[in-house]
């Protein structure tokens, strides 16, 4: 209800503040109406307009009478009529100078005028496309302070020369490649430009090239000069090929040139075109006057009454009252409320302002500061009532886009002496992982990052936080925490619980504190530690697991990323399996799976990787790669070993072809006791690497042969019996393929089309 409330007294509000808004741009818009109607720039019954130009007075039409202009032709706007809408000329349509604007307050007229080119083509010389531009201005000067002189090409030379052949100018641009041009940019390199000198009424262009573009024709077969307003022109690369600023905007002074300056024209008073409130100027550029309006009043100045009061009151941005404004003809004054004194101008613009008589200052401070801490505790009030708002809504959100109603309705139906996973909230992982601190890391991998956690019963936990979740794939997700929280294996890291109220999937396992096999395996202060013993229990324990989630769970399990880095160990050095983040659920009723291949390179399984077709022998092939490892000692691939002994898994079969097994067992087992068993262990470890999935054992029957080998170690009288008659060791025949990608990556996912990217490393028998 409060929040119905709140959202209610948010609605007033916004609709105030729209009327405000709405009302403001009425206000302004019948303002700049009103401004509009009193500017008028034209004398009463002459065309005020050409097209799209207002023609101010003292300029005119040809079409209008003589009194609506200075009979001069500089002053004379042809119309061309025979277009829509009609087009404005200088002069006459044969000038080709159309006029964009005029400005009285400024002095200026915009016209528009041709680009110079000069092209070439294989034959060379190419003067049909080529033209060479001369404009003349006789009484109007072009702005030296609003005008570029510009050239385009690689291969440039142009020149600027004034009618009166006083001077000439120019500018060179020369570029060998186009990888050397920066578009926005005209320094020279694909583009130049140079300013415009004062008093110049006319101009002819030229173009040279030094090579005829010769080199340069696929991207730059001509060059181009042009005179244009600053600011009107962008360069291009691909102007090199074709110069698309066609219109091009030059800036022009005027003034009345009847005198030359303002005291000339003062002395006859009859032609003296400057009319009431108004101010003579001579002209910077050229030569005559110019009329402006004075301060406080706008208009056209060479009009009788043309400039009028401007009411500064109207509009804020004029006046610099803080207080009330009065306008005044020319001007305007400031004065303060009752209750204050002072001149009332604004303290920024030099005045005192209105200050509050001493009386009633504290009434006003008081009144001020109870309204900012409303105010405050308002905003403040909607602001966070919203964030909160926004923020259930996200995990409500995130819950249902993770599939929490799904996992839910599971727990539900779970078996009630089950301990099943339980749904851990947003802030209880924040916390237990002081808002996942970089330090609380212990470990990043494919598919996440793990942070070590504390919850509130003082339980030590393993958190991970995964990456993106396809959302296809949210219902097996679901199936598989329902499943391994299920999970009655002393070798399974267990499961807790999950968090999906986040974007990405949150999952709570128990914490296992020393580290992984891979670390014990390949760290010389540890492997020594690691007797034959300890690793064929490990051995058996992994072995057992990858049995069990084949043929005991509910639903089997296909790990799909058994390795050395994926088993923990506990202190006592008892296995733990992890990382169930690319296992897949198999139906009881498919014995196979077509998958996107994933895995981790030097422990995938290459049938699989060819087929794309996901079993159970894929983590056969893997585990052998394990058993490899706890035999040598070795990383299943890397790129410090010579090429041969990239892939463990191809050296070692290639070593047992040619016998040479207890040349690459790690030191740390090979003595006479043990050698009859390794020599066990590498024959199974050479049946798991079948390439054939067929040809492989299934776990059920690796796990009854370790049981075999370790009821051996632990009853040395039994060495004698073979374990297993029915299996014999045969060196393999066919040729085996181990892969590797081709930048080393160790652990990813593949698409069919990726294949052609991955090179075969070692070539073996089987």
């Not at 008073?269 to 002209?283: E, F």
């Not at 302002?353 to 409303?374: E, H, Q, R, Y």
């Amino acid at each position: 209800m409060c929040a119905k409330r709140v959202e209610g007294r948010t609605m007033v509000i916004r609709e105030l503040l729209l009327k405000v808004v709405v009302l403001g741009t009425l206000l302004g818009l019948h303002h700049d109406q009103i401004a509009e109607a009193d500017d008028l720039m034209t004398k009463s019954g002459c065309r005020s307009s050409c097209g799209h130009l207002v023609i101010p007075y003292p300029f005119g039409s040809t079409d209008s009478s003589i009194d609506c202009r200075i009979d001069h032709p500089s002053f004379t706007v042809y119309c061309d009529n025979s277009t829509n809408p009609p087009v404005p000329y200088l002069y006459d349509i044969s000038s080709n100078m159309t006029i964009r604007n005029i400005s009285v307050e400024g002095h200026e007229m915009r016209l528009t005028v041709w680009t110079g080119q000069d092209c070439y083509n294989s034959s060379g010389y190419d003067g049909s496309s080529s033209n060479y531009p001369s404009v003349t201005i006789s009484e109007f000067p072009l702005s030296s302070t609003k005008n570029k002189f510009t050239a385009v090409g690689c291969d440039t030379l142009a020149a600027f020369q004034d009618h009166g052949g006083k001077y000439s100018f120019g500018c060179m641009s020369l570029c060998g490649n186009n990888s050397e041009i920066n578009d926005g940019s005209c320094s020279g390199i694909g583009c130049c430009e140079t300013s415009i000198p004062r008093d110049t009424f006319g101009y002819n262009i030229s173009i040279w090239s030094f090579s005829n573009h010769s080199d340069l024709l696929d991207f730059n077969p001509c060059s181009y000069a042009f005179v244009a307003e600053i600011g009107s022109y962008n360069f291009s690369f691909g102007d090199l090929r074709r110069l698309k600023f066609k219109d091009i905007p030059i800036v022009v002074d005027w003034a009345i040139i009847e005198y030359k300056n303002c005291e000339e024209a003062k002395k006859n008073s009859t032609s003296y075109m400057c009319t009431k409130n108004t101010n003579c100027t001579d002209a910077e550029n050229g030569y005559g006057y110019k009329c402006t309006c004075l301060k406080g009043y706008r208009g056209n100045p060479y009009l009788k009454d043309g400039c009028h009061d401007i009411d500064e009151c109207v509009n804020t941005t004029l006046n610099q009252c803080e207080g009330k404004c009065h306008n005044i003809e020319g001007s305007y004054t400031c004065s303060c409320p009752k209750g204050y004194h002072g001149d009332g101008k604004k303290r920024g613009g030099g005045g005192q302002g209105c200050i509050a008589n001493p009386s009633n200052l504290m009434k006003i401070l008081v009144g001020i500061t109870m309204g900012i801490i409303v105010l405050l505790f308002g905003i403040g009030f909607l602001y966070f009532g919203y964030k909160k708002r926004k923020l259930i809504k996200l995990k409500e959100q995130y819950f249902k886009q993770n599939g929490g109603l799904v996992l839910q309705q599971q727990l539900q139906e779970c078996d009630r002496t089950t301990k099943a996973a339980k749904l851990f909230s947003a802030e209880e992982l924040e916390k237990a992982t002081n808002n996942y601190d970089e330090r609380r890391i212990i470990g990043r991998g494919g598919h996440g990052t793990v942070y070590k956690g504390l919850l509130p019963n003082n339980m030590v936990v393993a958190i991970k936080k995964s990456k993106l979740v396809d959302q296809s794939q949210i219902e097996e997700f679901i199936n598989e925490v329902i499943v391994l929280s299920q999970i009655n294996n002393r070798n399974v890291v267990k499961l807790l619980g999950c968090c999906l109220e986040t974007k990405v999937p949150l999952l709570v396992y128990e914490f296992i504190d020393n580290g992984t096999l891979f670390d014990h395996l390949h760290n010389p202060n540890k492997s020594s530690k690691l007797s034959w013993e300890t690793r064929l229990r490990i051995a058996l324990e992994t072995a057992g697991v990858l049995s069990y989630l084949h043929y005991t769970a509910s639903t089997p399990i296909i790990h799909r990323d058994v390795k050395s880095a994926n088993i923990l160990l506990d202190a006592n050095y008892t296995a733990k399996v992890s990382d169930f983040g690319a296992s897949r659920l198999v139906p009881l009723d498919q014995k196979q799976l077509s998958t996107m291949v994933q895995g981790t390179m030097g422990y995938l399984d290459p049938e699989y990787f060819h087929t794309n077709q996901l079993t159970e022998k894929s983590d056969v092939y893997s585990f052998g790669v394990v058993l490899v490892e706890l035999l040598t000692g070795k990383k299943a691939l890397s790129f410090d070993r010579p090429e041969e002994e990239r892939s463990l898994a191809a050296y070692f079969l290639s070593s047992l072809k040619n016998d040479e097994l207890f040349q690459i067992v790690d030191e740390v087992i090979a003595n006479e006791e043990n050698n009859e068993q390794v020599r066990e262990v590498a024959n199974l470890a050479t049946r798991c690497l079948k390439i054939k999935g067929e040809e492989r054992p299934t776990m059920k029957e690796v796990t009854m042969e370790l049981e075999g080998l370790r009821a051996m170690v632990n009853h040395p009288w039994v060495s004698g019996i073979d374990v297993n008659p029915e299996e014999t060791f045969h060196l393999p025949e066919e040729k085996t393929e181990v892969y590797m990608d081709s930048i080393g990556t160790t652990s990813t996912g593949y698409t069919d089309s990726m294949k052609k990217h991955v090179t075969p490393l070692v070539t073996s028998g089987r």
